[in-house]
């Protein structure tokens, strides 16, 4: 065993299983010491008691790895339910102090797992989702939980639609998240990048060019036209992803006006099937309201309209809307732009 008379000068020092028992017993103070040397054999007592004698200027690192360990064996050993963290927290801030607890504390509740859930932000979200499926409603929540907002609803989206409201009951219910749940976490998480391993990476690279561009506030147009001399065909599929259709709900009501003097009701009665509610709404506001019920008339006789027969027509109505683009006669907002008054 290495002595360590002065621990702060030992940083490359490797620590014996009794070394780090000495600085668990000394970071709990001396009636929680002394509970706990009432409970070992002579021989143990006497080589405890040395070392902790002899140590002095102990190093945060070396405190912090030692109540670590500690924890990793404890909970590999003990029967009885893990401690809460708010528990934790007050008896490791008067053992050892706000700084040391909060840094032991973060590595045993979750701070650990994040790294392994940002490996997940490049997996499909609706892979996850099927993944996470067959999970109970608690185990689904706090898995959303440690995931980006945006990426969590796109799971959420591509989970079956009964029981979603559940999954988000329990995520806002979260507070403290007992250590066996982070275990079941983990395990769960661990399965998930193992699979991920054995799938190929998927990326919407039109979709993205797409993004890309319509956030280009300079010479948009000179840098598809450059992108068109490569590859006429990849270039078609950009500008009808630049141009999709569901960004009209995002557009002036001068715009859908506009919009409406060119494009024949009745094609807007078939586009706006199974549409979202925000871009019929915008529609629909920028029509007189005599207008607008006549409409709302004509889509309930339409019936049900197959869905090639739609997008075929929102790619029409979108033709017509580059077209009074380009020719400068409306301002498309490409993207969700930030605003401010």
């Known amino acids: 065993m290495a002595e360590l008379n002065n621990f702060d000068g030992a940083e490359s020092t490797v620590l014996t299983p009794v070394e780090q028992a000495a600085i668990v ?44 360990t500690f924890f990793d064996d404890y909970r590999q050993q003990s029967g009885l339910h893990g401690a809460s963290r708010s528990y934790l927290k007050r008896s490791l801030d008067l053992a050892l102090g706000s700084d040391i607890a909060n840094s032991v504390l973060n590595t045993i509740y979750g701070d650990a797992i994040r790294p392994k859930m940002a490996r997940l932000q490049y997996a499909s979200p609706k892979w996850l989702a099927e993944f996470v499926a067959s999970e109970h409603v608690q185990m689904q929540a706090v898995f959303l939980a440690f995931l980006p907002p945006v990426l969590a609803s796109q799971i959420l989206e591509a989970l079956p639609s009964d029981g979603r409201e559940l999954v988000l009951l329990n995520m806002a219910r979260l507070d403290e998240i007992d250590r066996d ?11 998930c990048l193992s ?33 068109r001399a490569h590859d006429p065909e990849v270039v078609s599929q950009i500008e009808m992803s630049m141009y999709d259709f569901f960004i009209l709900s995002r ?32 529609i629909l506001t920028a029509m007189p309201r005599r207008q607008a019920q006549s409409f709302e008339d004509l889509m309930r006789r339409s019936g049900p309209v197959p869905m090639s027969r739609i ?5 029409e109505i979108m033709v017509s809307v580059k077209a009074l683009a380009d020719a400068g006669e409306i301002d498309i907002q490409l993207f969700a732009e930030a605003t401010a008054e």
């Open 25 to 68: 017993l000394l970071s709990i103070g001396e009636e929680g010491a002394a509970a706990v040397l009432r409970c070992l054999e002579r021989d143990e007592l006497l080589e405890l008691t040395q070392v902790m004698s002899r140590m002095s200027g102990i190093k945060v690192d070396a405190v912090k790895s030692a109540i670590q």
């Open 181 to 191: 749940v982070l275990y079941e976490l983990e395990e769960l998480v661990g399965r």
């Open 195 to 227: 699979a991920l391993d054995t799938q190929s990476a998927s990326v919407e690279g039109v979709r993205q060019v797409a993004e890309i561009l319509n956030r280009l506030q300079d010479n948009r147009a000179g840098m598809v036209e450059l992108l």
């Open 251 to 282: 557009q002036t009501e001068q715009v859908i006006t506009r919009l409406l003097d060119d494009v024949p009701l009745e094609q807007w009665a078939i586009a706006l099937k199974g549409a979202e509610p925000a871009l019929r709404d915008a």
């Open 311 to 315: 997008e075929q027509t929102r790619r």
